[in-house]
């Protein structure tokens, strides 16, 4: 039925797609994956609000799943609030290890105000020297956004430029 329906929505008929998306979802009302999977189709289909429905589901269902918390999050950036948006995070934050659990710690914090708290967490990142060139590359970025925005512009720059460097190698 999953292919069906998205045979039927790359044919252009959303009716129709709804139609057997719904009959699978009544099918299988408790498979997170299923619901997971369908949830990214309503998505393409910019229907967010059985998307959302759909996300959360899943996410209720299998509260240890990173991706599909991640999910629900990245939707709900673009449709909720921010509160809503940050609980979901700190779940998927919660789930994570390494560099990037750490790396989002502080970003929430930046994002949730805490400029200081969020300025220390990347310049202690920094300094433990992350192996992930993404992760490092970021931190520059979201350091130098803080640094920006309490005006200490040539700092600002120096960590632009790393994050410049970093990417380009």
Same mark, same amino acid.
Not at 28 to 47: D, F, H, Q, T, V
Not at 104 to 125: G, M, T, W
Not at 130 to 157: G, N
């Given at each position: ?28 009302? =408790? ?133 410049? =460097?970093?990417?380009?190698?």
């Amino acid at each position: 039925l999953f292919e069906y329906g998205s045979a039927a929505a790359g044919s252009g008929d959303f009716d129709l797609a709804d139609q057997i998306w719904q009959k699978l979802v009544s099918r299988e009302p =408790n498979n997170a994956e299923i619901l997971w999977r369908l949830a990214a189709e309503y998505g393409k289909l910019s229907l967010f609000t059985k998307a959302g429905a759909l996300f959360a589901k899943a996410a209720k269902l299998d509260p240890g799943n990173l991706d599909m918390q991640l999910s629900l999050a990245s939707h709900l950036a673009r449709t909720s609030s921010v509160d809503e948006t940050c609980a979901v995070l700190k779940k998927c934050v919660a789930l994570m290890n390494g560099e990037w659990a750490h790396f989002y710690s502080a970003y929430l914090d930046r994002y949730d105000n805490k400029v200081a708290d969020a300025e220390q967490q990347f310049r202690d990142l920094l300094a433990s020297r992350p192996q992930d060139a993404q992760v490092l590359s970021s931190c520059h970025l979201e350091l130098a956004r803080i640094l920006d925005r309490t005006e200490r512009f040539d700092e600002a720059m120096d960590h632009l430029e790393e994050a410049k =460097n970093i990417v380009s190698d």
